[in-house]
């Protein structure tokens, strides 16, 4: 009897560890500082707007030699619901970066089209 106790203690003990570590990975899974996402934005293929990692930056790259500049509209954590506009007009090949910030959580790479709307892709937000 007392050796069948024992081995029921033993289990409890297996268990209650078991419950701990599951607590303690979702614990450390929602406590994160950072959630590593990657934001893109496309169009034509000739503009990449983008913000990555820990979202503290946005940049803008020129994919395309077509004589047209390019920027990216971009949104930060605490930004009072209006946009950044970051340009890029060093021509393609290049890209420009922005200082480092609050989260970005949405980025929307445009091209500049100076007798017509803009093209731009449709916002890429973080879900």
Not at 59 to 81: E, F, I, P
Request: charged share 20%; proline share 2%; net charge neutral.
């Amino acid at each position: 009897m007392k050796a069948e106790m024992e081995g029921n203690a033993g289990m409890g003990k297996m268990k209650k560890s078991a419950a701990i570590a599951v607590g303690l990975g979702i614990a450390v899974l929602f406590s994160s500082p950072a959630m590593a996402i990657d934001l893109n934005s496309y169009k034509d293929d000739a503009v990449h707007g983008y913000s990555y990692g820990t979202n503290a930056r946005a940049a803008v790259t020129d994919l395309k030699s077509d004589g047209m500049s390019v920027y990216v509209r971009y949104s930060r954590n605490n930004s009072d619901g209006y946009p950044y506009t970051l340009h890029n007009k060093s021509g393609a090949g290049t890209t420009a970066t922005s200082g480092s910030g609050n989260t970005v959580w949405m980025v929307q790479g445009c091209i500049s089209v100076g007798w017509a709307p803009d093209n731009c892709d449709r916002e890429r937000t973080i879900s």
